[in-house]
């Protein structure tokens, strides 16, 4: 099992994973085609990092700078430690780190608090795809 920059030929599998993860949960933002073109540039912009498990991408963190903006798990896959070593990855890489957690995932808020995120500031949703509340969590390096 290991951390690795995505390539665009990893992009069929991420976005089954990302599906699986949004499609059914909720109100979603975009449409299909525009996951595939939002997804597809990030790789190339080499902000895609993907864990692997068995030999095939089984989680992706999307980051840029310090700003986490998204980490899916193949169902199948959660709770096996892909999330926390692309979370680890990206604390090793960065001081600082923030992102924003849908306020009714507490699932995932609970999974940040884990590795050292703390809450900060609450929103309504304005500035996300889905328009749902959710709350900036921020984690830093601590001091030596």
């Known amino acids: 099992m290991s951390v690795a920059r995505a390539h665009l030929w990893h992009l069929p599998r991420l976005l089954k994973i990302l599906w699986a993860g949004t499609r059914g949960q909720g109100p979603v933002g975009r449409r299909r085609d ?3 073109r939002a997804l597809g540039q990030l790789i ?11 030999g095939r991408a089984r989680a992706f963190l999307v980051r840029d700078g ?3 903006h998204a980490l899916y798990t193949s169902p199948d896959w959660r709770g096996r430690g892909g999330g926390a070593a692309l979370v ?57």
């Open 34 to 36: 525009e996951d595939v």
């Open 88 to 144: 680890r990855q990206a604390q090793q890489e960065s001081g600082r780190l923030e992102l924003y957690a849908a306020e009714q995932n507490a699932a995932a808020r609970q999974f940040y608090l884990r590795h050292g995120f703390r809450e900060v500031s609450r929103g309504h949703g304005a500035g996300n795809d889905e328009g749902v509340p959710d709350i900036l969590m921020t984690w830093e390096r601590p001091m030596e």
């Open 66 to 68: 310090r700003r986490i």
């Open 44 to 54: 190339l912009r080499g902000k895609v990092q993907l864990w692997r498990g068995e």
